[in-house]
């Protein structure tokens, strides 16, 4: 059975490469017992804050809740309430770095 992490890191790049470019620069990673949440925000033109779109992965699936064309911090917003929400059910979530754990997965070298 394949990891969340593993999972979501390759959504992660599959995104990148769909919408070329897209970069996910918030994410966290929210446990509770041995159950794992993903909660990232992905944009789809590297440097601008919009169009973006709030990632949610867990083992029943990937699915996105909220996602903004015009409106510059709405992801950013929503993902945070939802950090929050995740916290206030008694998950631990910590923020991410995306690039870094695609590199120490492999799926991203280092070229630096």
């Known amino acids: 059975m394949i990891s969340i992490k593993k999972t979501v890191l390759a959504t992660v790049c599959a995104t990148a490469f769909m919408a070329s470019s897209a ?3 918030e994410t966290y990673m929210c446990k509770h017992g041995t159950q794992e949440r993903i909660i990232s925000v992905v944009y789809d033109v590297e440097g601008q804050a919009v169009p973006c779109k709030v990632v949610y992965t867990k083992d029943s699936g990937v699915e996105t809740p909220w996602s903004a064309e015009n409106l510059a911090g709405y992801c950013e917003e929503q993902a945070a309430a939802f950090v929050e929400k995740q916290r206030a059910w008694g998950w631990t979530c910590e923020k991410q770095e995306a690039m870094q754990e695609m590199k120490d997965d ?7």
Request: glycine share 10%; proline share 0%.
């Open 106 to 112: 492999g799926m991203v070298k280092d070229t630096m």
């Open 23 to 25: 970069i996910a620069n």
